[in-house]
């Protein structure tokens, strides 16, 4: 119930690409949906999130993509750069009062090679 | 703003030695949250904090994982004693209401235990 599968592990494209990562949830009480990016030697910071009511929230090249019926959501990276090359975490929590910390998923290395 | 600040950054221990880790959060974030990331697990909640009282433990592996938040400046995670098992990279992050600004995550320990 509190997991969350991400995928694909690992995602090598090109410069100018559009690497897409998926995510998948299972605990309907979720509501709130982040990813995180990670350089190494570095924690995770966050680079974008969404919340059920709306199904796409784009921040420059960053674009969520949300499916509430089929519980998935994916992040898509417009005009891909070698400098965006770092691990992506997607993560869902419940907010409010009662809510519960982030749960993350086991991430995806993203290499944009030039 | 320094962020959130973790010591040490690297930590090399014998096994069955007692290790401490230690966070400073950010001024005013009344939420704070220890992770554990390894590369076959991805990032695992521990422990979390709100407003210095433990709200879920779950994530602790065992008895011998403990973690303290005696003020609103400062958190340990200890555990007594190591095994190698244990080897990975401690992460703190600190977050304030609405969550929604996401979690600052610290720069991490990493602990290698042989």
């Keep these: ?114 | 703003d320094a962020g959130v600040i973790q010591s040490p950054r690297h930590e090399v221990t014998e096994m069955g030695q007692e290790v401490t880790l230690r966070c400073k959060p950010i001024s005013g974030h009344n939420s704070l949250f220890w992770y554990r990331q390894t590369m076959m697990r991805g990032l695992e909640l521990l422990i979390y904090f709100n407003n210095n009282v433990p709200i879920d433990d779950s994530g602790m592996p065992e008895d011998r994982f403990s973690a303290k938040m005696p003020n609103a400046s400062f958190s340990t995670l200890k555990i007594q004693p190591s095994e190698p098992r244990d080897s990975a990279v401690y992460f703190c992050a600190s977050s304030r209401p609405p969550h929604d600004y996401g979690y600052t995550f610290g720069s991490g320990t990493r602990l290698t235990v042989v």
């Design chain 1, 1 to 114: 119930q509190q997991q969350v599968k991400q995928s694909p592990q690992s995602l090598i494209v090109q410069k100018g690409g559009i690497p897409i990562i998926n995510c998948a949830y299972e605990n309907t009480a979720f509501d709130y949906f982040p990813w995180y990016q990670q350089f190494p030697g570095k924690g995770p910071a966050l680079l974008i999130a969404i919340r059920p009511d709306v199904s796409e929230k784009k921040e420059g090249r960053f674009t969520i993509s949300f499916n509430k019926s089929a519980k998935q959501f994916s992040l898509h990276i417009m005009d891909s750069q070698p400098g965006d090359s770092a691990t992506y975490f997607c993560a869902a929590s419940i907010s409010g009062q009662a809510g519960t910390a982030l749960i993350f998923g086991k991430g995806t290395t993203l290499s944009v090679s030039s």
